[in-house]
């Protein structure tokens, strides 16, 4: 019979051992190697059996071990010592205190909202590349000592598990989580200590109820909310039932709570330990964007600010960061989905949900060119002053998908920048290379992933075996898996004695394993059967290929790839040089990491927003082989890999296929198996050696996340922070102040123009340098000059007149007359050829975070 729920038992600990429960609920023992050690030790086999879960091994581990365990000195000791380092760890200053003990002006909280974490496999709460970028996020701040919360939902079903049927079809599995069996615990009242219990008000006099467990990461809490609860209806207690399933009404429902029910959760666990509440708000893309109009509330309800004020006060705290670049990728829902669950009783336009608070206002915030559809983008970039993309590449990109809200602007003028994603080292680095890294630079900069370059000083020798060593643990977790998956698809052991053989540790390996999108294209390897074959078979330079992904349960297309990808495995004759490795998870992708030669990775141009498997590898040694999209567009140097060339502008799909799959054959036989192959006198393959040891030093530093959380500290948590002191002093003044400003320049800005232009200086035939004078006069609309920036822009002039590769020049009031505001500029010419000049204004006020902020341009109408 089956059990109607599970929960899970902790073992009782003997008081000697009390230690073991807190090294085994701060999830900090997830890239602590010694932690690991110290919990292998108390039942080898149990340990690998409980696939290395510290909480399932105090679940099920005998008392009569734990008993002896407590008398072991040894084992005491190291227990002891391991909890002295966890409360070190934990408590003295790091990288952000010591910034701030040198006079830094830093953020003093920051609340980071993100869908999904992928920060252990044990806390099965991610699907991909979004949720491992947070977890990374969490563990990399947490290192550096950013005072982070996190905040997200807590899925009782996670993603999915997948295998593969017969015929190489894709099944999911959705395990029931127990989350007294993860390492969680549940945020309680101060001094009652009953469980809190957020409240968000639902259509039909309906209440959505949720607890809040809290996950420690080191030293950042990550609040996940869980509606899974006996006080909701049915309906409502899954609405945390999984990541990324069900329908749009199902969606906003969670977006909805991770959003507004997220803002409650931070206040309700900053009041239970009496801190600040945080200063900036980081949207990890638009899902969480309804915190931004909680928020609102907040301070109209709670501090009597109008909508305006409110708004400018929220915005200047607040930071959102795109991962999508295509507009397919955003969450949008329809208008009248988000009026039913915003909408007033009996029809009245102010919000039921949040009271002060128009409907209207609300949608205002998401809309779009289609007036029936509401953009979580768009209602991002509009509640965050600050905006980012995940690579330089994917800023441009963001830039020109979004240009349509900054109307008259150059796409690369959009206020949306960039910070490259990152990996956390502990995480993903095997332990090969961690304890080579501490020899070299030492264990405290090891644990905030610096120094990764010093790498580079490593004996040739000592690298290639470090790379031999991986490949082999590889190899034989490639086996392992394989049995397993043909087992599950229905074979017997009998048929299986082939398995021993699959893979061989001498032979190149390439690694491709990612979600499976269309974009991502899995199957660009197999466009040439034949010569794919012939690359596997090769007598003298084999290659050996792993592959790994999910494709969505609603992604009919994408399990048709993967099963192709199967069938090609599944042959006889090539099954023991190509693998695909069913249920990809963090567990599996760290052995990819390690032990694979080369990662491959080729989406379609420009359709990666940053990716970071590859990343992962390059800290392990590997090499990337990849279409220059993403991160790599940045950062491939010629010796850090190989970028395959695109065929940019090939707008039929199948050549460019074959194009792009031509230059990856190509690129695979002439460079890559040679170096790889071509061995000096100690079997060493010199030339690859080489560039292995120049991607740990020039890659190795970049590609960090402990690189990247500096970069949102000093370049986006900073600013915001200090914005929104700005902005809340004295009664919200400068909060007043700006939408006070926002609204007069809006009101007058359709009367706003510029009435003449003239120039004077140029010669007859004038070169690079020569003197330009520009005279502009300006009718202002009521608005000071003050309030206003004057530009004159110089730029290549094109046969539809606009302007390319401009320079901007700033003008000086100079005056009124009859005419209008005089403004001047004098220049000079800054390119040759066929150049023009235009003169635009724009509105400016101190306390926003750029003149293109209010998405405003006046320009002449001559």
Partial sequence: MKALRRFTVRAHLPARLAALEPLSTNL????????????????????????????????????????????????????????????????????????????????????????????????????GGLGILAGDHLKAASDLGVPLIAVGLLYRS?????????????????????????PLRLLTEPGSGAPVLLRVAMPGNRVLRARVWIAQVG????????????????????????????????????????????????????????????????????????????RIRELITGS???????????????????????????????????????????????????????????????????????????????????ANGVSKLHGIVSREMFNGLWPGFDADEVPIGSVTNGVHAPTWAAREWMDLARRAVGPELVEEARGWERLQEIAPTDLWSTRNTLREQLV????????????????????????????????????FARRVPTYKRLTLM????????????????????????????????????????????????????????????????????????????NPLRPLEACGTSGMKSALNGGLNLSIRDGWWDEMFDGENGWAIPTADG?????????????AMYELLERSVLPKFYDRDADGVPAR?????????????????????????????????????????????????????????????????????VDSSGLPDTPVIGAALSLRAYLRLGGLAVSEVTVQAVLGRVGADEELTDVVTVPMRHAGSDELGELFVADTSVPLSGSVGYTVRVLPHHPLLASDAEPALVAEPHL
């Fill in 476 to 511: 034989q977790e490639v086996r392992r898996r394989v049995r397993a998956s043909w087992l599950e698809r229905g074979a017997t052991d009998a048929e299986l004695g082939w398995v021993s053989g699959v893979f061989d540790p001498e032979v190149l390996t390439v690694g």
């Fill in 304 to 386: 009597g600010l109008d909508f305006e004020s409110a708004l400018a006060a929220v915005r200047a705290g607040t930071v959102f960061t795109t991962h999508t670049p295509v507009p397919a990728g955003i969450d949008r829902f329809p208008v009248d989905l988000v009026r039913h669950y915003f909408g007033g009783v009996h029809g009245e336009n102010e919000s039921a949900l949040l009271p002060g608070l128009t409907v209207d206002r609300i949608i205002d915030l998401g809309r779009e060119n289609d007036p029936s559809v509401f953009n979580m983008a768009h209602m991002g970039l509009r509640l965050g002053q600050r």
């Fill in 526 to 601: 197999l466009r040439d059967p034949g010569r794919l074959r012939a690359m596997l078979l090769d007598p003298e330079r084999p290659v050996q290929l792993v592959v790994a992904g999910k494709s969505h349960p609603a992604d009919e297309g994408g399990k048709a790839l993967i099963q192709q990808v199967v069938r090609f495995a599944d042959d006889p004759e090539v099954r023991h040089r190509i693998v695909f490795l069913p249920d990809y998870d963090m567990s599996m992708a760290r052995y990819l990491y390690w032990g694979c030669d080369v990662w491959l990775n």
């Fill in 688 to 756: 690859w050696v080489q560039m292995v040891r120049h991607t740990l030093q020039h890659l190795g530093p970049k590609v960090l996340a402990s690189r990247m959380v500096r970069d949102y500290v000093v370049d986006y948590y900073a600013p915001a922070a200090r914005s929104a002191r700005v902005a809340v002093a004295d009664g919200f003044a400068a909060a007043r102040q700006v939408a006070e400003y926002r609204g007069r320049v809006e009101a007058a800005w359709p009367d706003v123009r510029v009435v003449q």
């Fill in 650 to 662: 090939v707008t039929d799909e199948v050549r460019r296929d074959d194009l792009e799959a031509g």
């Fill in 158 to 182: 996670g993603y999915f598990r997948q295998s593969l049927t017969a015929d190489g079809w894709q099944a999911e599995h959705y395990p029931a989580l127990d989350p007294q069996g993860l």
């Fill in 219 to 294: 030293r950042v809490p990550l609040l996940l909310l869980d509606s899974d609860i006996a006080e909701n209806d049915p309906e409502l207690r899954g609405v945390t039932d999984r990541l990324y399933g069900g329908d749009q009404d199902h969606r906003i429902k969670q977006e909805i709570l991770a959003g507004i029910g997220g803002v409650r959760a931070v206040r309700a666990y900053t009041h239970s330990l009496g801190l600040a509440d945080p200063e900036v708000f980081h949207m990890n893309e638009g899902h969480a964007g309804f915190l931004g109009v909680e």
């Fill in 28 to 127: 900090r023992w997830s890239w602590h190697p010694e932690t690991q050690d110290l919990f292998g030790r108390i039942d080898p086999a149990l340990w690998t059996r409980v696939r290395h879960d510290p909480i399932r091994m105090l679940g099920e581990v005998s008392p009569a071990r734990l008993d002896e365990l407590a008398i072991d000195g040894d084992f005491v000791a190291e227990l002891d010592r391991l909890e002295r380092d966890l409360d070190t760890y934990l408590g003295q200053p790091r990288w952000y205190q010591n910034q701030q003990a040198k006079g830094a002006d830093l953020a003093g909280g920051i609340a980071y909202f993100s869908m999904e974490f992928g920060v252990s496999e044990v806390l099965p709460n991610y699907s």
